[in-house]
């Protein structure tokens, strides 16, 4: 069974800072991309940032600048600085499997795998 679990949310000021965690099963955490994504009540799931199994990443126009995200050891972070209350949204990490080592791992050329969401809360 894989395991993807995120940790570091919480209630903070605007223009502070959080730093998220998310812990994934070795052996997708090794040929995955990994990604963080958010979501308010009634709108879809969108895109923050992306890091590839090579270490290229990708960010949301929102986000540059002040998110950054990083993987090492079966773990993927995402550094928030200067939060605002626009950022205020429940945050996932995302495994995205693909290729023939993910055929080869799990039997299918494509899977996205995603933990359960922690809450990042940005109030004065």
């Known amino acids: 069974q894989v395991r993807i679990e995120e940790s570091g949310g919480g209630l903070v000021q605007p223009g502070g800072s959080l730093r998220l965690s998310c812990t994934v099963s070795q052996s997708i955490f090794n040929i995955a991309d990994m990604g963080w994504y958010r979501q308010t009540p009634g709108n879809q799931r969108e895109l923050v940032a992306t890091?590839?199994?090579?270490?290229y990443t990708n960010y949301a126009e929102f986000v540059k600048g002040r998110f950054a995200i990083s993987r090492d050891n079966a773990k993927v972070y995402l550094q928030m600085n200067d939060l605002q209350p626009e950022d205020t949204a429940v945050y996932y990490c995302?495994?995205?499997?693909?290729?023939?080592?993910?055929?080869?791992?799990?039997?299918?050329?494509?899977?996205?795998?995603w933990g359960q969401g922690t809450q990042v809360t940005v109030s004065a």
């Open positions: 995302n495994a995205h499997c693909k290729g023939y080592l993910c055929y080869q791992l799990i039997g299918a050329y494509e899977y996205n795998y």
């Open positions: 890091i590839s199994d090579g270490g």
